[in-house]
């Protein structure tokens, strides 16, 4: 029997090799061991279709769990698209890594399949979101990007989210949302060594202390949206990666270095946000400890599903009582 501490050094040499190998299965890094998402399938934005206005036409294809599906979720719900695309959730399966359809949709049974059906490369990821044209019979666009920006130009009875009038400001949000705070938490959590987890850190928090920053500005002249007066884009994909933070991404991806309460403004946005009509329908909790947890084995081998807080009381100030600020604003 070696000695316990020979014996860890041993086994911390042969986990590390295995880590790195099943964590390739998560996703790619680069050669500093910075983790980068693979391109989408159907990356393209593609034209509004001829037949957008048509009932059930379309398909938006979503997942409970992830993030870039519940921006596009989200902007079907503010857009009020429910008449003419319907929104259909995959469940995950776990064991076979991949997502699965709970009755069969177009002749499949996983989305693999349909994403084999709509001419998609071998072994590309079968990912969601994803929006489907029942008549085409085939995956339009599956880059949540530039999906929200169709579904944003789709007839709809909602508000416009896109504006021209303050496009540019939108789009330098959007941008710098995008790497890092949307991807800047699986940046985080999947970083290969020190190094690549603590850049990007480093950037998801003070992007985060950029966001208070504009929105109290905001607040103080009386806008209580990243973009002003009105919901946009911005707010959109901001969404989905905070109200995921203190249940998954702080716990899970190591993104706890300031908890979001200590954030006036951006926890006081998170809670508008989420009274908004619609919108605490598209968030499930326990759906989503369960597949983070349950489903990043290199993350969290045991498999355990650490207990979280009430989703209510992350946005509610202390003690339950609603945060000050403006009261919720209607998307309207
Ligand atoms: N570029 C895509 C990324 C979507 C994505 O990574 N979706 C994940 C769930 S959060 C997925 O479906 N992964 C399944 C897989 O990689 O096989 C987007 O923003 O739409």
Known sequence: MPPPAALVRTARCLWRGQWLTLMGG??????EGRYRRPAAAFAERPSLPAAAAEPSGHVLIVGRSCPWAHRAWLTWTLR?????IDLLVVEPDPAAGRWRFAT???????LAELYRTSGSAAGAPATVPALYSRSQGRILVN???RLIELLNDWPGAGPDLWPTAQREMIERW????????????????FARNQAAYDEAEAELFSTLEALEEQLQRGVAAGEGWLCGAEVSLADVVLFPTLIRLELVYAPLFGCSRR?????????GWRARFFALPGVAASCFPEAWRRDYFGSLFPLHPSGIIPAGADLASLVAGPG??????KPPLSPG
């Open 320 to 325: 339950g009582l609603p945060l000050p600020g």
């Open 26 to 31: 998560l996703g790619p890094a680069d050669a």
């Open 104 to 110: 069969p949709f177009a002749g499949c049974t996983t």
């Open 80 to 84: 009020g698209l429910a008449d003419s």
């Open 143 to 145: 880059e949540s990007a």
């Open 259 to 267: 908890p979001l309460w200590q954030f006036p403004a951006l926890a």
């Open 174 to 189: 959007r941008e710098r949302l995008q790497g890092s705070v949307n991807d800047g938490v699986y940046r985080c959590g």
